[in-house]
């Protein structure tokens, strides 16, 4: 329904206008009647309306003063003029004015039926024509997709894609372009246990800054997937431009961005070997390192020094990680990636930390130790390796590993009191879904609290509480993994008896809510 205003200072003439036309038969509802101009400025300031009926001669605001004021106001608001004078003066202003209606009085109510009839065909026309440029607006995203996805696919009729993105405001006069594609870095597991609000969150900020940065840098770019981007760069843009975007990328997230950079070709149609040599300059991201641009020139460092045999630099590490040497367990492992440097895929590099590992741990039998039950991992979580995404990262974990499990042998052989720690521990399960004290735990073991404590800390290297407080999260972890229980069932079968404060607990050690958790099962 389109909303009518009536202004008339005859309040006869107004009311029987008012109530004799049909107009729900036209489509329209009277929303206000006024009596006179300043009345019906007010109520056009104040309200939506999409048509004025009004009377040309009214005192002090003439209806034509009414008409220029409303325009300015709205100037998409039709105005149908009603005068008793036949005086072509009026209805020349009206004309200039571009009077959406003129009727005479007295009001002949076909001549005003008729008059409405047509100021709605003009309305409808308008709305339709509005929808459609929204439409178009709203469609040129898509379209823009769609002909960058064809000339980074490599199947463009050269012509007609031009023709397309000119129409859409994108205009290269020269042919000469590259390509450069941004990537998060660690999406695989950095994101690994987060809910989808987060991810969504994360994906929003990405767009946002890509979106901002190419606006102000004036360059087009086309979203690949959730959180890949792709650039289409004139040659006389400076690539180094876009480090400015690895730092506006991910600002406010716990991602880094890469981006890999194409060379200059001299057609549309070759546009696609530019967009597959960025991809391959993102894979040189294994050695070179994340988090900065990287060249399709760009090329693996040379290796300074040869290693010695593979054999011979294992011995070394195993005898310095048993021997608690972390000096020469670096030195090892430095000289292991020379190794590393040698290889040309991730699966070789993978493959040879795992062969590290498997000869570590047979090693370890060797001693009656366990690489696995030493660090408390599962042969699973060794899967980590291959969603690392660089040499460097690759080098940290394994020497981090190196580092805790000389520390844990350490521990072990200086552990006189092992035996009884492992009895305390052993007590806190028994009774970890009851309120567990280090008072209650000392008394038991006829031991003073602080002794008993002391003692506690010195072999674990965490105190009673914040042990109990672990185990309760382990305890509550493993419980989720029973579909037949519920959250606060899970909860209290762990000890505790606050549900907000497990919930609390729990994320702020696992990074997602206990709901989260059990959902990503």
Known sequence: MYKVLLVDDELLDLEGLRRFMNWEALGMSVCATASSGFEAMEMLENNTVDIVVTDIKMPIMSGMELARRALELNPKLKIVFVSGYEDFQYA?????????????????????????????????REQVNTHLRQYISDSEPLLKRELFKQLLDGRPDEEKVLQMLQRIGISWHAASLYTAVLEPDDLNWKLNGYGDAVKTGIEQKLDTAVAQFCAGERIQACRLDRFHFAFILDKSYDSGRLQGLIHQAVSGT???VTIGIGPVVNRLSELHQSFQRAKEALGLKLFLGKGRLIHHTDAKEPISANARDLDGILQSLFQAVSSYRLVDIDDCNEELFIWVGKMETKLEIYQLILHIVSQLDAYLHTINEDFYLLLGLDRKQLGILYHLETTQDMKSWLRRRMFELSERLQRKRQGKKRKLVEEIEAYIEERLEHNVMLRDAANH?????????????????IYFSDYVSLRRLERAKQLLGDPKLKVYEAANKAGY????????????????????????L
């Open 92 to 124: 020349k202003q009206a004309i200039s004015m571009s009077a959406s209606g003129y009727v005479l009085k007295p009001v002949d109510d076909e001549d005003m039926r008729r008059t409405l009839e047509e100021v709605k065909l003009s309305l409808d």
């Open 497 to 520: 008896k606050n549900l907000s404060h497990f919930s609390k607990q729990f994320k702020e050690h696992y990074g997602v809510s206990p709901g989260d958790y059990r959902r990503h």
């Open 445 to 461: 073991f006829s031991f003073s609290p602080n002794h008993l404590g002391q003692i506690f800390f010195e072999e674990t290297g």
């Open 254 to 256: 716990l991602l880094t």
